[in-house]
Protein backbone atom coordinates (compact mmCIF):
# COMPACT_ATOMS: atom_id res chain seq x y z
CA UNK A 1 0.00 0.00 0.00
CA UNK A 2 1.27 3.79 -0.71
CA UNK A 3 2.16 5.17 1.88
CA UNK A 4 3.12 8.89 3.15
CA UNK A 5 4.86 9.04 6.52
CA UNK A 6 6.56 12.49 7.76
CA UNK A 7 8.77 13.35 11.05
CA UNK A 8 8.84 14.92 13.47
CA UNK A 9 5.37 15.54 14.22
CA UNK A 10 6.04 19.17 15.58
CA UNK A 11 9.16 21.27 15.66
CA UNK A 12 9.84 24.37 17.72
CA UNK A 13 12.95 26.36 16.74
CA UNK A 14 14.66 29.80 17.18
CA UNK A 15 14.82 32.19 14.77
CA UNK A 16 17.84 31.45 12.66
CA UNK A 17 17.91 27.92 13.95
CA UNK A 18 18.22 25.72 10.70
CA UNK A 19 16.82 21.95 10.47
CA UNK A 20 15.31 19.74 8.39
CA UNK A 21 11.99 17.67 7.82
CA UNK A 22 11.52 14.26 6.59
CA UNK A 23 8.92 12.48 4.69
CA UNK A 24 10.02 9.06 3.59
CA UNK A 25 7.44 6.94 0.88
CA UNK A 26 6.32 3.46 0.18
CA UNK A 27 5.55 3.68 -3.25
CA UNK A 28 5.50 1.18 -6.45
CA UNK A 29 6.42 3.85 -8.89
CA UNK A 30 7.29 7.75 -7.84
CA UNK A 31 5.20 9.89 -10.37
CA UNK A 32 6.40 13.03 -8.28
CA UNK A 33 7.20 13.75 -4.77
CA UNK A 34 5.24 17.56 -3.51
CA UNK A 35 5.84 19.91 -0.46
CA UNK A 36 2.99 22.24 0.16
CA UNK A 37 3.03 25.10 2.91
CA UNK A 38 -0.61 25.13 4.86
CA UNK A 39 -0.79 28.40 7.19
CA UNK A 40 -3.91 28.40 10.01
CA UNK A 41 -7.19 28.14 8.35
CA UNK A 42 -5.91 28.13 4.83
CA UNK A 43 -5.91 25.73 1.83
CA UNK A 44 -2.12 24.27 1.45
CA UNK A 45 0.02 25.95 -0.62
CA UNK A 46 2.57 24.53 -3.22
CA UNK A 47 6.18 25.20 -2.49
CA UNK A 48 7.92 22.13 -4.99
CA UNK A 49 7.90 19.23 -7.01
CA UNK A 50 11.23 16.42 -6.70
CA UNK A 51 10.62 14.07 -9.96
CA UNK A 52 13.98 11.24 -9.12
CA UNK A 53 16.43 10.99 -7.28
CA UNK A 54 19.54 13.26 -6.78
CA UNK A 55 16.79 16.47 -7.21
CA UNK A 56 16.70 19.44 -5.01
CA UNK A 57 14.73 22.88 -5.36
CA UNK A 58 15.28 25.63 -3.40
CA UNK A 59 12.79 28.78 -2.49
CA UNK A 60 13.96 31.40 -0.04
CA UNK A 61 14.95 29.73 2.88
CA UNK A 62 14.05 26.53 1.63
CA UNK A 63 15.30 23.33 -0.11
CA UNK A 64 13.69 20.20 -0.71
CA UNK A 65 15.61 17.18 -2.06
CA UNK A 66 14.86 13.41 -3.18
CA UNK A 67 16.14 9.83 -2.11
CA UNK A 68 14.75 7.12 -3.26
CA UNK A 69 13.22 6.30 0.02
CA UNK A 70 12.37 10.32 1.19
CA UNK A 71 12.64 13.71 1.01
CA UNK A 72 14.07 16.33 3.29
CA UNK A 73 12.88 19.97 3.36
CA UNK A 74 15.84 21.87 4.96
CA UNK A 75 15.05 25.16 6.59
CA UNK A 76 18.36 27.70 7.02
CA UNK A 77 17.99 30.39 9.38
CA UNK A 78 14.00 30.46 9.63
CA UNK A 79 11.78 33.65 10.38
CA UNK A 80 8.79 33.74 12.43
CA UNK A 81 6.71 33.64 9.35
CA UNK A 82 8.33 30.10 8.49
CA UNK A 83 5.69 29.27 10.95
CA UNK A 84 3.18 26.58 9.39
CA UNK A 85 2.56 23.14 8.91
CA UNK A 86 4.78 21.81 5.83
CA UNK A 87 2.92 18.57 4.28
CA UNK A 88 4.72 15.98 1.81
CA UNK A 89 2.41 14.53 -0.97
CA UNK A 90 3.31 11.51 -3.79
CA UNK A 91 1.80 10.76 -6.82
CA UNK A 92 2.58 7.04 -7.37
CA UNK A 93 1.21 6.14 -10.69
CA UNK A 94 1.79 7.36 -13.89
CA UNK A 95 -1.83 7.21 -15.04
CA UNK A 96 -3.14 7.80 -11.04
CA UNK A 97 -4.95 10.65 -10.86
CA UNK A 98 -4.12 9.76 -6.66
CA UNK A 99 -2.18 12.20 -4.70
CA UNK A 100 -1.75 11.08 -1.05
CA UNK A 101 -0.51 13.32 1.40
CA UNK A 102 1.41 12.44 5.09
CA UNK A 103 0.02 14.11 8.15
CA UNK A 104 2.36 17.01 7.92
CA UNK A 105 4.88 18.56 10.33
CA UNK A 106 4.02 22.01 12.26
CA UNK A 107 6.93 24.27 12.67
CA UNK A 108 7.18 27.31 14.88
CA UNK A 109 9.73 29.76 14.64
CA UNK A 110 10.13 31.54 18.47
CA UNK A 111 11.44 35.08 17.33
CA UNK B 1 -11.16 36.84 -8.92
CA UNK B 2 -8.05 34.84 -9.26
CA UNK B 3 -7.35 30.97 -7.66
CA UNK B 4 -9.82 28.76 -6.52
CA UNK B 5 -12.59 29.71 -4.85
CA UNK B 6 -14.86 27.64 -2.26
CA UNK B 7 -18.34 28.75 -0.56
CA UNK B 8 -19.40 28.89 1.80
CA UNK B 9 -16.03 29.84 3.94
CA UNK B 10 -18.01 27.87 7.05
CA UNK B 11 -21.51 25.87 7.84
CA UNK B 12 -23.35 24.81 10.29
CA UNK B 13 -25.76 22.06 9.62
CA UNK B 14 -27.54 19.54 11.18
CA UNK B 15 -27.94 16.46 10.34
CA UNK B 16 -31.04 15.94 8.83
CA UNK B 17 -30.32 18.89 6.50
CA UNK B 18 -29.09 18.60 2.70
CA UNK B 19 -26.53 21.98 1.81
CA UNK B 20 -24.20 21.81 -0.88
CA UNK B 21 -20.31 23.13 -0.97
CA UNK B 22 -18.81 25.28 -4.11
CA UNK B 23 -15.94 25.57 -5.56
CA UNK B 24 -14.62 27.64 -8.77
CA UNK B 25 -10.96 27.85 -10.40
CA UNK B 26 -10.15 30.38 -12.16
CA UNK B 27 -7.02 28.90 -13.18
CA UNK B 28 -7.60 26.97 -16.36
CA UNK B 29 -7.03 23.96 -15.12
CA UNK B 30 -8.89 20.76 -16.39
CA UNK B 31 -8.42 18.62 -12.85
CA UNK B 32 -10.80 19.00 -10.03
CA UNK B 33 -10.80 17.30 -6.84
CA UNK B 34 -12.15 17.24 -3.28
CA UNK B 35 -10.16 16.53 0.06
CA UNK B 36 -11.20 16.10 3.49
CA UNK B 37 -8.86 17.25 6.10
CA UNK B 38 -9.31 16.16 9.72
CA UNK B 39 -7.07 16.75 12.99
CA UNK B 40 -4.87 14.55 13.29
CA UNK B 41 -5.31 12.89 9.98
CA UNK B 42 -3.95 13.42 6.56
CA UNK B 43 -5.39 15.02 3.74
CA UNK B 44 -7.98 12.22 2.42
CA UNK B 45 -8.84 12.22 -1.16
CA UNK B 46 -12.56 12.14 -2.08
CA UNK B 47 -13.50 13.04 -5.33
CA UNK B 48 -11.03 13.64 -8.74
CA UNK B 49 -12.84 14.78 -11.85
CA UNK B 50 -10.74 15.08 -15.02
CA UNK B 51 -12.18 16.80 -18.11
CA UNK B 52 -15.55 16.76 -16.02
CA UNK B 53 -15.46 12.65 -15.85
CA UNK B 54 -14.99 11.27 -12.72
CA UNK B 55 -12.07 9.41 -12.25
CA UNK B 56 -11.45 8.74 -8.92
CA UNK B 57 -14.25 8.19 -5.57
CA UNK B 58 -12.04 6.97 -2.96
CA UNK B 59 -14.72 4.97 -1.14
CA UNK B 60 -16.76 7.68 0.45
CA UNK B 61 -20.19 7.36 1.24
CA UNK B 62 -23.12 8.12 -0.78
CA UNK B 63 -24.13 11.23 1.56
CA UNK B 64 -21.43 12.84 -0.14
CA UNK B 65 -22.39 13.60 -3.94
CA UNK B 66 -20.02 15.08 -6.32
CA UNK B 67 -21.12 17.43 -9.35
CA UNK B 68 -18.66 18.71 -11.64
CA UNK B 69 -20.62 20.30 -14.48
CA UNK B 70 -17.89 22.10 -16.32
CA UNK B 71 -14.29 22.33 -16.02
CA UNK B 72 -14.05 25.50 -13.86
CA UNK B 73 -16.90 24.02 -11.53
CA UNK B 74 -17.21 21.79 -8.43
CA UNK B 75 -19.95 20.68 -5.90
CA UNK B 76 -19.89 18.84 -2.97
CA UNK B 77 -23.70 17.81 -1.92
CA UNK B 78 -24.32 17.10 1.52
CA UNK B 79 -27.24 15.00 2.78
CA UNK B 80 -28.17 12.90 6.23
CA UNK B 81 -24.65 13.45 7.25
CA UNK B 82 -23.17 12.22 10.79
CA UNK B 83 -21.03 14.29 13.53
CA UNK B 84 -18.06 12.69 12.15
CA UNK B 85 -18.33 14.55 8.81
CA UNK B 86 -17.28 17.75 10.54
CA UNK B 87 -13.97 18.77 9.05
CA UNK B 88 -12.43 21.00 6.49
CA UNK B 89 -13.37 20.36 3.42
CA UNK B 90 -10.39 21.52 0.75
CA UNK B 91 -11.14 22.22 -3.11
CA UNK B 92 -8.13 21.91 -5.76
CA UNK B 93 -7.92 21.82 -9.14
CA UNK B 94 -4.53 21.01 -11.47
CA UNK B 95 -3.15 20.95 -15.01
CA UNK B 96 -4.55 17.10 -16.34
CA UNK B 97 -4.04 15.62 -12.82
CA UNK B 98 -0.42 16.73 -12.22
CA UNK B 99 0.43 16.50 -8.51
CA UNK B 100 0.39 20.84 -8.71
CA UNK B 101 -2.59 21.07 -6.77
CA UNK B 102 -3.95 24.92 -6.15
CA UNK B 103 -6.30 24.84 -3.46
CA UNK B 104 -9.08 26.91 -2.18
CA UNK B 105 -9.11 27.98 1.36
CA UNK B 106 -11.80 25.61 2.40
CA UNK B 107 -15.17 24.87 3.45
CA UNK B 108 -15.43 24.56 7.58
CA UNK B 109 -18.19 22.01 8.15
CA UNK B 110 -19.91 21.29 11.12
CA UNK B 111 -22.25 19.08 11.64
CA UNK B 112 -24.39 18.79 14.87
Known amino acids: EDQVTQSPEALRLQEGESSSLNCSYT??????LFWYRQDPGKGPEFLFT???AGEEKEKERLKATLTKKESFLHITAPKPEDSATYLC????????????FGKGTRLHILP | ETGVTQTPRHLVMGMTNKKSLKCEQH?????MYWYKQSAKKPLELMFV???????ENNSVPSRFSPECPNSSHLFLHLHTLQPEDSALYLC???????????FGEGSRLTVL
Open chain 2, 92 to 102: ASSQESAGELF
Open chain 1, 27 to 32: VSGLRG
Open chain 1, 50 to 52: LYS
Open chain 1, 89 to 100: AVQADPWDDKII
Open chain 2, 27 to 31: LGHNA
Open chain 2, 49 to 55: YNFKEQT
